[in-house]
């Protein structure tokens, strides 16, 4: 305080001072101009509603997130072929979860669901619902060569991505259809395994969600 009061008794200070009233005045004002803008984008991010479940190039929809998630390649990037997490022992987790790869624990993930699951030794025919880019499908059809293994999603993009690692890694027995989990076209009874690993939090009736699965699986 009692160097600007010795600054602005300086000859010429309150006309300096008086210069830089008006520009501090208009920054002052610009900033809370800056201020109100990024408030009011954050509030418009946090206020909108949570992604619809359809196929549409809606920006909020399910489709065009996973499709634009799938063309940078983020997740596939850092969480590999499986967008799920994994699974780790009680020894393992007492060891540290870091002593196992993340990419391995979700395959360790797959078997361990599989035989919580009771599925039948040699199906042939299996369902993901809500695959992704495939890598769940295609571990289970290399697991079982002898089964048609059938993996859907919303994303057209996830599809293709899906059909090109299925080719790339050669295998034949996994396919790839864009269908809605909510409106399957598949005849009652045509699956020995139906699978669906977190892709029930999209579905907006979770009713229909399962009905639909339990439509399609087999007795």
């Given at each position: 305080a009692r160097a600007r009061a010795e600054m602005i008794s300086l000859p010429g200070a309150t006309l300096a001072a008086a210069a830089l009233t008006p520009r501090l005045t208009a920054m002052a004002s610009a900033l809370t101009v800056a201020v109100v803008a990024v408030a009011a984008w954050v509030f418009q991010k946090l206020d909108r509603p949570a992604r619809q479940y359809r196929a549409s190039d809606d920006f909020n929809s399910v489709q065009s997130e996973y499709n634009a998630w799938t063309q940078d390649g983020i997740l596939e990037y850092y969480w590999g072929e499986?967008?799920?997490?994994g699974y780790y022992t009680d020894e393992e987790r007492a060891r540290g979860y870091k002593k196992k790869g993340f990419i391995q624990a979700k395959y360790d993930f797959i078997d361990e669901q599989l035989r919580w699951s009771g599925a039948p030794a040699n199906p042939a025919s299996i369902l993901d619902v809500g695959c992704g880019i495939g890598g769940t499908t295609r571990y289970l059809a290399k697991k079982f060569p002898g089964a048609k293994v059938t993996g859907i999603s919303i994303s057209d993009m996830q599809i293709a991505r899906a059909q090109e690692l299925a080719k790339q890694q050669?295998?034949?027995?996994?396919?790839?259809?864009?269908?809605?989990?909510?409106?399957?076209?598949?005849?009652?009874?045509?699956?020995d395994v139906v699978w669906a690993i977190e892709s029930g939090e999209h579905m907006p009736d979770k009713r229909k969600y399962v009905e639909e699965m339990a439509r399609v699986l087999k007795p």
């Open positions: 499986h967008i799920h997490l050669g295998v034949p027995n996994a396919e790839f259809l864009l269908k809605d989990a909510l409106a399957m076209d598949f005849p009652d009874n045509s699956f």
